[in-house]
């Protein structure tokens, strides 16, 4: 209300000042016809009349307008927050199973390595009773079987962390990852059959 007051209040100001500006003006060229005082006096009535009548069917639409926008801003900040919140949790979910898995990779490969130990030990033992000539072949063996027990050990250990890495994806993946690499599987094989 004061901001229709004071709006009241200049184009009434502004009136007084034109009339004066027209009426000096008007001694120089007859003066100010009743008719340019009228048509003065109403259209600034019809301003007014506008501004009243925009201001009270404007005022509440445009105030809820700002008040839902700032609240569904709110809204959103909220969302994104707690959207952040569960990013860092899953970040550190994954983290913690990146340290598990290193673990029992590390794990499994002790297994092995100790089982390899126990098997070697064992054929050196029976080498040991063997003639120089079966001696020679037994190294011949250990070595063999030493190169067998690590490529089983690496692949095995590929397999557990294939089964692993699947397992995790599974949980993790989206579906825009799997748009993603269906698309680069698709791009490499066009680039093998272009080759």
Same mark, same amino acid.
């Given at each position: 209300?004061?901001?229709?007051?004071?709006?009241?209040?200049?184009?009434?100001?502004?009136?007084? +000042?034109? @009339?004066?500006?027209? #009426?000096?003006?008007?001694? /120089?060229?007859?003066?100010?016809?009743?008719?340019?005082?009228?048509?003065?006096?109403?259209?600034?009535?019809?301003?007014? #009349?506008?501004?009243?009548?925009?201001?009270?069917?404007?005022?509440?639409?445009?105030?809820?307008? +700002?008040?839902?926008?700032?609240?569904?801003?709110?809204?959103?900040? %909220?969302?994104?927050?707690?959207?952040?919140? =569960?990013?860092? /949790?899953?970040?550190?979910?994954?983290?913690?199973?990146?340290?598990?898995?290193? &673990?029992? /990779?590390?794990?499994?490969? *002790?297994?092995?390595?100790?089982?390899?130990?126990?098997?070697? %030990?064992?054929?050196?033992?029976? #080498?040991?009773?063997? &003639?120089?000539?079966?001696?020679?072949?037994?190294?011949?063996?250990? &070595?063999?079987?030493?190169?067998? /027990?690590?490529?089983?050990?690496?692949?095995?250990?590929?397999?557990? &962390?294939?089964?692993?890495?699947?397992?995790?994806?599974?949980?993790?993946?989206?579906? %825009?990852?799997?748009?993603?690499?269906?698309? =680069?599987?698709?791009? *490499?094989?066009?680039?093998? @059959?272009?080759?």
């Amino acid at each position: 209300m004061k901001r229709l007051f004071i709006l009241l209040s200049f184009f009434l100001g502004l009136f007084y +000042f034109v @009339s004066l500006g027209l #009426a000096a003006e008007g001694e /120089a060229s007859h003066g100010v016809t009743p008719s340019q005082i009228r048509n003065l006096i109403w259209w600034t009535v019809n301003f007014i #009349a506008l501004i009243i009548i925009l201001y009270k069917l404007l005022k509440k639409p445009v105030v809820n307008f +700002f008040k839902n926008r700032k609240e569904n801003i709110l809204k959103e900040y %909220e969302e994104l927050l707690a959207k952040k919140k =569960e990013a860092e /949790a899953k970040y550190l979910e994954l983290q913690e199973k990146i340290k598990n898995l290193k &673990a029992e /990779a590390e794990a499994i490969y *002790q297994n092995y390595v100790e089982q390899g130990i126990k098997e070697k %030990e064992r054929i050196l033992e029976e #080498a040991q009773l063997q &003639a120089k000539r079966i001696k020679e072949q037994a190294q011949l063996y250990i &070595a063999q079987e030493m190169e067998k /027990a690590k490529e089983r050990l690496k692949f095995e250990l590929a397999e557990e &962390a294939v089964k692993l890495a699947e397992e995790i994806l599974r949980k993790n993946i989206t579906p %825009e990852d799997q748009k993603r690499v269906f698309k =680069e599987v698709l791009e *490499q094989i066009k680039g093998r @059959s272009l080759n």
